[in-house]
């Protein structure tokens, strides 16, 4: 399985952007899928899961209620809908997957290591 995360960019604070992560190889059906960003500066932060059988999801409390995670089973594929950007949403942003469902547990886990598969990120600035 590869994953390819797509719909990074530069936007102004207060605007959206969907990222979305596609399998290129495989399908995601089996796995949770989430998304962990790395601000400059910072440590890695899962900010948001979604199981693969019941659309259990998870939010960091940094983004919750500003992101939505979303399966599209038709298209293979996974989308973080991000609403009112700030500039500490800075970072890049990486897909990952997990035969792990999604939780406290999941929550914690921030190393490449810890998951089953890993995308190469993309990039989010939000600036003025």
């Known amino acids: 399985l590869q994953l390819v995360e797509s719909g990074g960019g530069w936007v102004q604070p207060g605007g959206s952007l969907r990222l979305s992560c596609a399998a290129s190889?495989?399908?995601?059906?089996?796995?949770?899928i989430g998304w962990v960003r790395q601000a400059p500066g910072k440590e890695r932060e899962v900010v948001s899961c979604?199981?693969?059988?019941?659309?259990?999801?998870y939010y960091a409390d940094s983004v919750k209620g500003r992101f939505i995670i979303s399966r599209d089973n038709a298209t293979n594929t996974v989308h973080l809908q991000m609403n009112n950007l700030t500039p500490e949403d800075t970072g890049i942003y990486y897909c990952?997957?997990?035969?792990?469902?999604?939780?406290?547990?999941?929550?914690?886990?921030?190393?490449?290591?810890?998951?089953?598969?890993w995308g190469l990120g993309t990039q989010i600035s939000v600036s003025s």
């Open positions: 979604v199981d693969s059988h019941d659309g259990n999801s």
């Open positions: 190889r495989g399908t995601l059906d089996y796995y949770a």
């Open positions: 990952t997957a997990s035969y792990l469902v999604c939780g406290p547990a999941t929550a914690m886990m921030t190393g490449t290591d810890e998951y089953d598969y």
